[in-house]
């Protein structure tokens, strides 16, 4: 009696395999069901519920407490600007107010359209290149306001298909915190990067 | 513990040394030893979280005094323990005013203002003001969590209790904390309502006013309500209660912990279960039937014309023309008047407690290995093989739940569909209705080892009773008979459902019992000579039995004591045809039912809350209930009605009070010896098990094995018991009458894809004994095959026992 397409359902089946109690595959399991519908929805929960053998609403309590698991509708591109103190103390609030203004969407919202999501974020662990932001989780450190702005106008108007944290840095970025890096070629994709192996996201090739 | 020996040890607790037991918690050690330490979030009956911090306590283990919290810390030799320190109470006060910060104070509007432990312990171990200026919290408020339990999120103060509650002791978690952080709520998932048959608990374990009960909100003020110690006869266990009067009118029930039998936990049906008590249909004077209508009347003339008729029928066609039904909801004392009345005033054994869906009388009163429900801790092995323990032993059911899952018992679960405990069982076994005696069969031959080897323990416990209305009373006895014959030690706890059926038993409801677990023979009956003169010694018909007599003619005249055959027999059509053919009815009843409308006369009772007696519960303890309201109108006990009816029929059974009666009991009831009242009241307020005897007196005889049809085609038919059905006292009870689940069908979606049916339609069963529509709700609970149907649900039609059922949807 499952929503989920036969795939969804194939890889829900291969992540339960790895626990050896059901309840513990609830979080990649949201991660799923968050894949399968865009957004987490309350059909989706009780789906990973059926699937994990407990409630729906110990599910929620999961899902609730953590913020990468949207509950709302979220937009192509997920900007997370962090406000957190290393990056408020230089800037944070001006590039969320910039990227705020430039794309029209305020905070923990989605534009009608469904492109840009906006939200500011606690500490996203990139205090050394502060300010930061990223887009779908994908990191750039040392953001300006203008450059902020540029970015917003960037993504609506390229729409890339996926985006990276090297190009995005190359283009909208300042100072790193680790210059010394190895340049991310293949780039993670989307959301999900700790799940990819888990064939919870799609790879590169795909839409 | 390893050893048996309990260990000690030594703590000083503001300057003074006690010795406590080693692993104790120290809030119980505290506690034990005459200091309070304050507590929100700890339970004795749950696991300890630490989350409200209001127990923190100076504690110095040899390396400096820290701040530990006392529910979280086991004692340890040599601890010293500051509970009144500076330190300490300066951080009680702290974490009483970060409580505060956000909890309105609504108190003299809150149920809970009174009887509150935040306001108490504010009051006790708070700062006495908040330097917090902030705006509090705000919520929509309240928000129902369930048809019986309302949510006030404001006033929560997050200890964990009733999400506690609802993950370890009841098993269904349907509330949990969200949106965890600053903004934590309790709350159940959007359109999953906290439907848990034991929600009411959280109101009773909340330490704040967050959770209400709706049919308590508003009714009262804690300090102007009456109380009394009682149990609840909504459940066989017999729960420990306490019931609050405001105003002579029950406003509600609480638990009471009481380490034998319910730990202070009650179901929903046991909690709620009062508003029948103060229906407006309830009787309040005697009714005689003229002319088809009935009138109220006096007691001297309701007694005249009941009694007269049943001595004429004694008079011209003897005692073997009259017959009893009924006398399981009542106390032991009415029970005994009843079974006196029956054999010494009309001069019957046809007398039954049970109707007819029930276990053989002597299983049920003879099983000289009987468990005691605290065996259940104990237990290596524990098999339930009978009704879901969830649906209609409640109080067994969190008991079997907590040996399975805390004490480490392995379960075995044996029933046709899925049952409350199939998540904590080691071992789930489902068979077809009607088939139980081959499952049986299959065990013996060793078709399942894990089972065997389970059984095979040392220490096993056995629930036994009829898990489906397909099956016979010889299936449970079969597997009393394969429990006993494995290796270790068993105990067996027969199942039945009508809370006081053990205690009605005990006192001779049945056609081959006497009081105390004698059987009838021209010795029992000799050894009642002295208190009940010659009474018939041949064995009489059971319910099924009469009911048949009564169309046949061979029984004239009936007297139903709180009995309700044509709702509650398994084949209503047979008990609506014989009440119709009976000559001569008269009813003991709270209301008209089903059944007394068809009494000639009806005498108005009283329920357990307006009079006083003792019960035994289904591990034969015996409890005391007491009164705490005047019975409406002229209603009086069952024991006084019966005495006034043998007088007039000339066979007076001297009885003079419900007391006087109790001690009867105990000199003629082999079993009784020795529980009077007064052991009740003082020493033994947990009740007394009633030994059984040494000897035993009943020497059973096992039911005939009546030889399954096997069917390999076509559905078979389950029929069981649920929590909430349209039984007199729920149906009188609105909280509690609109929660029965109605005339619905559950179906795998196997079967509903094979009948064509798509949720919402009705099906169309037909049995050998009925047929009805019913709608339908696809169940994967219930295995492909089998169609599963709630007994007695409002608006449904009884399909009777046989386990054949064709099914088809029925037309729009």
Redesign the interface.
């Known amino acids: 009696m499952s929503h989920w397409s036969e795939s969804t359902q194939e890889r829900a089946r291969e992540i339960i395999d790895l626990y050896p109690q059901k309840r513990s595959a609830v979080m990649p399991l949201l991660y799923l069901a968050m894949a399968e519908e865009g957004h987490l929805t309350e059909t989706g929960m009780e789906e990973v519920a059926r699937w994990c053998e407990i409630t729906p609403a110990q599910v929620l309590s999961v899902a609730s407490f953590y913020t990468m698991y949207k509950r709302e509708r979220t937009g192509k591109y997920l900007i997370s600007c962090c406000t957190s103190i290393s990056c408020m103390l230089l800037g944070g609030d001006e590039v969320m107010h910039a990227v705020e203004d430039e794309s029209g969407v305020p905070h923990g919202e989605t534009d009608e359209e469904g492109l840009l999501s906006v939200e500011h974020a606690e500490c996203i662990g990139a205090c050394g290149g502060a300010p930061a932001v990223q887009v779908n989780y994908e990191l750039i450190e040392g953001v300006t306001p203008d450059k902020a702005r540029d970015l917003v106008t960037w993504l609506k108007k390229a729409r890339p298909v996926v985006v990276n944290t090297d190009e995005m840095q190359e283009l909208f970025g300042g100072r790193r915190s680790f210059d010394w890096a190895i340049p991310e070629t293949d780039g993670a994709i989307g959301p999900f990067p700790a799940f990819q192996p888990l064939g919870t996201v799609e790879s590169e090739g795909g839409e | 513990m390893t050893s048996g020996q309990p260990e000690f040890v030594t703590i000083t607790i503001d300057g003074r040394e006690h010795q406590v037991l080693s692993g104790e918690m120290l809030i119980t050690a505290a506690e034990d030893s005459g200091t309070y330490i304050p507590r929100f979030c700890w339970h004795p009956r749950m696991t300890p979280v630490g989350m409200c911090r209001v127990c923190i306590v100076e504690v110095d283990t040899g390396r400096g005094p820290a701040l530990i919290p006392a529910c979280m810390n086991p004692v340890s030799d040599g601890m010293v323990v500051a509970t009144q320190s500076d330190v300490t109470k300066k951080a009680q006060e702290a974490v009483l005013e970060f409580l505060l910060a956000n909890h309105p104070l609504d108190c003299p509007v809150c149920d809970k203002g009174g009887e509150c432990p935040l306001q108490d312990q504010a009051l006790s171990h708070g700062p006495g003001e908040s330097r917090f200026v902030e705006i509090k919290r705000n919520y929509e408020k309240p928000i129902p969590i369930s048809d019986l339990v309302l949510l006030d999120r404001e006033r929560c103060i997050l200890c964990d209790r009733c999400t506690r509650f609802s993950r370890e002791i009841s098993g ?10 600053n903004k934590t709520q309790v ?6 309502p906290f439907a848990s048959y034991f929600s009411g608990n959280t109101v009773q374990l909340c330490p704040v006013g967050a959770l209400t009960a709706g049919p308590y909100r508003f009714r009262a003020r804690p300090w102007d309500l009456l109380k009394v110690v009682s149990s609840s006869l909504f459940d066989t266990a017999h729960p420990r209660i306490e019931v609050h009067a405001s105003q002579n009118e029950i406003v509600r029930y609480t638990g009471v912990d009481n380490d034998a039998t319910n730990h202070g936990w009650l179901s929903d049906k046991a909690r709620f279960g009062f508003e029948y008590i103060h229906s407006e249909d309830r009787l309040g004077a005697p009714l005689v039937r003229r002319k088809g209508v009935y009138e109220a009347t006096d007691w001297a003339e309701a007694i005249d014309v009941a009694a007269d008729r049943l001595g004429l029928i004694r008079d011209e066609s003897g005692g073997d023309a009259l017959a009893v039904i009924g006398g399981a909801h009542g106390t032991n004392e009415d029970a005994y008047a009843l079974s006196k009345f029956a054999r010494v005033a009309l001069g019957t054994n046809n007398v039954d407690c049970r109707l007819g869906d029930s276990l053989s009388s002597h299983f049920l009163a003879g099983t000289v290995d009987r468990a005691t429900i605290g065996q259940l801790d104990d237990a290596d092995t524990i098999l339930v093989w009978g009704p879901d323990l969830k649906e209609e032993h409640p109080t067994l059911y969190l008991r079997v739940r907590r040996a399975a899952q805390e004490l480490g018992a392995e379960l075995v679960v044996v029933h046709p569909r899925a049952t409350g405990l199939d ?1 904590v069982a080691f071992r789930k076994l489902t068979y077809r209705p009607g088939e139980g005696f081959d499952l049986v069969q299959a065990l013996d031959d060793g078709r399942y080892p894990d089972v065997i080897e389970a059984l095979d323990a040392d220490n096993v416990v056995a629930l036994i009773g009829i898990a489906s209305h397909a099956d016979g009373p010889h299936v449970a006895e079969a597997v009393a008979a394969l429990v006993r014959a494995r290796r270790g030690r068993s105990d067996l706890l027969p199942l039945n459902s009508r809370a006081n059926t053990y205690g009605a038993l005990d006192m001779g409801l049945a056609p081959d019992l006497l009081p105390g677990r004698v059987g009838v023979s021209q010795e029992g009956v000799g050894r009642l000579r002295d208190h009940w003169g010659e009474v018939p010694s041949v064995p009489g018909r059971d319910t099924a039995g009469i009911l048949e007599g009564l169309i046949s003619g061979e029984i004239r005249g009936l007297l139903l004591v709180g009995a309700d055959p044509v709702r509650d027999f398994p084949i209503p059509a047979l008990a609506e045809e014989a009440l119709e053919a009976a000559e001569w009815v008269v009813a003991i009843d709270l209301f008209i039912t089903d059944s007394t409308r068809h009494a000639e006369v009806i005498l108005p009772a009283e329920t357990f809350t307006e009079k006083e007696g003792t019960v035994t519960n289904v591990e034969g303890r015996v409890q005391k209930l007491n009164n705490i309201r005047p019975g409406p109108g002229q209603t009086r006990p069952d024991w006084a009605m019966l005495d006034d009816l043998a007088h007039r029929i000339g066979a007076p059974l001297g009885l003079s009070s419900a007391e006087a009666i109790s001690k009867e009991i105990s000199t003629v009831a082999p079993a009784y010896v020795g529980v009077s009242w007064d052991l009740l009241e003082w020493e033994a307020r947990d009740g007394v098990v009633v030994p059984l005897e040494g000897e035993s007196q009943l020497a059973h005889i096992p039911v005939a094995v009546a030889t399954d049809g096997k069917r390999e085609n076509g559905l078979s038919l389950h029929v069981a018991r649920t929590m909430y059905d349209d039984g007199v006292r729920l149906r009188h009870s609105p909280s509690l009458s609109r929660l029965a689940l109605g005339p619905v069908v559950l179906v795998n ?1 196997l079967d509903a894809t094979a009948l064509d049916a798509v949720p919402g339609d009705s099906l169309r069963l037909v049995t050998v004994s009925g047929e009805g529509r019913f709608e339908m709700v696809v169940d ?1 609970g219930t295995p492909a095959g089998t169609v599963y149907v709630p007994f007695n649900q409002p608006g449904a039609t009884a399909l009777g026992i046989d386990s054949a059922v064709e099914a088809e949807v029925a037309d729009a």
């Open positions: 269904d978690p349907l509330i949990e904390f969200f949106d965890r952080g709350n159940t998932f959007p359109d999953h998540d979606p994967e």
